[in-house]
């Protein structure tokens, strides 16, 4: 059976529980072969990015060409894109594209440690939201790329109506990092709204965890992932969003710090099914 390409463009994490490997590992999981871009490599644990080196914007251009060249990609998605410069290099590459994107919007570590040079959040704006089939953006982004504090409702409209200004096709506002209270006192609450509009509201249960590392790279790889499969974009959503729902739910104590979400959930779930219908013959 053929699985379908999906592609990362991304930076690496040395703790494997975000970037690159979070994306990987949630392609995977999804039925996908994965592919990379690498934009940045992080020296990271649990605890803190030490460490950040970033390739030349010539060599991040070389990747996706060649990647682009030899694989059918049915979607992508961008992560940590670090600089001006290499999302420039990431914009031209992807301007005939033929596939969705998912754009997250990465700028800042579960430690606090910034992802995303200053002087690239305009570039951000006005490069890759023209090409965002979907832009993923938490609360702390949506309030950087729009220029305009949450507040309320009223506040988060006008933030999707900036974002959708700028050309994004589609925004979905993530609730994770909402005050307890605004979204409600156990769910976490996601809205998608397409630019025409439409608009879907995703509630899942607030799961009391300190291991949320890489959780927005697995949900934006996870929708792409089930872009790839052909899903159209509300489905992909949901499915995503389950899928991370799982991860965070069966997420163990890893490291001293925020651990990762548990990628590889579903396959546990498959082996312990197999296990308990073997143990019935």
């Known amino acids: 059976m053929a699985h379908p390409c999906a592609l990362t463009i991304a930076g690496s994490d040395s703790g494997g529980g975000a970037g690159i490997q979070a994306d990987l590992k949630t ?10 871009v690498i934009t940045a490599l992080t020296a990271q644990n649990t605890c ?20 682009r060249a030899d694989f059918p990609i049915r979607a992508a998605k961008t992560g940590m894109l670090f600089s001006e410069v290499i999302i420039g290099a990431v914009a031209e590459g992807l301007a005939d594209k033929d596939f ?89 609450t996601d809205r998608l709204v397409l630019a025409d509009g439409r608009e879907w509201v995703l509630s899942r249960p607030f799961v009391a965890t300190r291991n949320t590392h890489g959780t927005g790279c697995t949900l934006s790889a996870g929708i792409a992932g089930q872009l790839a499969l052909g899903k159209a974009l509300p489905e992909a959503v ?44």
């Open 27 to 36: 392609f995977m999981m999804q039925g996908c072969y994965g592919l990379s």
């Open 48 to 67: 803190a990015v030490s460490a950040i080196e970033a390739p030349t914007p010539g060599f991040v251009a070389e990747q996706l060409r060649v990647v």
């Open 238 to 281: 949901e499915a995503a969003r389950d899928y991370l729902q799982l991860a965070l739910e069966t997420a163990w104590d890893l490291g001293d710090g925020d651990g990762p979400v548990n990628h590889l959930a579903p396959y546990e779930r498959h082996l312990s099914e197999s296990a308990k219908q073997a143990s019935k013959h």
């Open 100 to 188: 969705p994107v998912v754009v997250d919007p990465v700028c800042v570590a579960q430690s606090g440690a910034r992802l995303l040079m200053p002087e690239a959040v305009e570039a951000i704006l006005t490069r890759m939201l023209p090409l965002a089939d979907l832009l993923t953006p938490n609360r702390l982004e949506a309030e950087l790329l729009a220029g305009l504090p949450i507040g309320g409702k009223a506040d988060a409209d006008e933030v999707i109506r900036r974002l959708l200004a700028r050309g994004a096709k589609a925004v979905l506002l993530k609730g994770g990092h909402f005050e307890i209270g605004q979204t409600s006192d156990s769910l976490v």
